[in-house]
T-cell receptor, first 114, second 115 residues
Framework: DADVTQTPRNRITKTGKRIMLECSQT?????MYWYRQDPGLGLRLIYY???????NKGEISDGYSVSRQAQAKFSLSLESAIPNQTALYFC?????????????FGAGTRLSVL | AQKITQTQPGMFVQEKEAVTLDCTYD???????LFWYKQPSSGEMIFLIY??????QNATEGRYSLNFQKARKSANLVISASQLGDSAMYFCAMREGTRNTPLVFGKGTRLSVIA
């Protein structure tokens, strides 16, 4: 089983719909991140959380919200989806005890907003 | 200004040859970390190699090595003896300061290995 699991893997939705992407991890890491990837733009940080009570905005948080329900779970919500939120979304985790802060990624969720 | 610059959108290399993927970075923080990730066509992001700003030696992990030139602010990835399975997108990333800061990624380089 994957250490960092994202659900769903693929999702097609319509403009204006609310959608939630979920991430769970079994690595025991305290830090979790959400990124989006657009062709030619690399990965951009949406939100990150260093523990259950800590939520921080990233570079492109507008239009998104997150919830850290437990140390192992971090959800990303699009309150009212729009077509330019069509992208590949990644969840990642890292461990405070790791001085390098290596991030480990889930397999990604491919989201299409029509 | 971009923190991480990868100037090669695409690269080709012959199987069994070595290839260098370029990465330059911009930071004024003396403490930072540099990372390379691989993204095959299946989409997942795979961690390859890490270099800390205070590390005296260039990092190596199997066929991967990082050519770290601090004064030039470059952290190029060298893949030796390329294999067809190395065909993928490669991303350079940086963590500025302590472990408490997230990563910033470059736009990536697509490597194609030719038989």
């Amino acid at each position: 089983d994957a250490d960092v699991t994202q659900t769903p893997r693929n999702r097609i939705t319509k403009t204006g719909k609310r959608i939630m992407l979920e991430c769970s991890q079994t690595k025991g890491h305290d830090r979790m991140y959400w990124y989006r990837q657009d062709p030619g733009l690399g990965l951009r940080l949406i939100y990150y959380s260093f523990d259950v009570k800590d939520i921080n905005k990233g570079e492109i948080s507008d239009g998104y919200s997150v919830s850290r329900q437990a140390q192992a779970k971090f959800s990303l919500s699009l309150e009212s989806a729009i077509p330019n939120q069509t992208a590949l979304y990644f969840c990642a985790t890292s461990d405070f005890g790791d001085a390098k802060n290596i991030q480990y990624f889930g397999a990604g969720t491919r989201l299409s907003v029509l | 200004a971009q923190k991480i610059t990868q100037t090669q959108p695409g690269m080709f290399v012959q199987e069994k040859e070595a290839v260098t993927l370029d990465c330059t970075y911009d930071t004024s923080d003396p403490s930072y970390g540099l990372f390379w990730y691989k993204q095959p066509s299946s989409g997942e992001m795979i961690f390859l190699i890490y270099q800390g700003s205070y590390d005296q030696q260039n990092a190596t992990e199997g066929r991967y090595s990082l050519n770290f030139q601090k004064a030039r602010k470059s952290a190029n990835l060298v893949i030796s003896a390329s294999q067809l399975g190395d065909s993928a997108m490669y991303f350079c990333a940086m963590r500025e300061g302590t472990r408490n800061t997230p990563l910033v990624f470059g736009k990536g380089t697509r490597l194609s290995v030719i038989a």
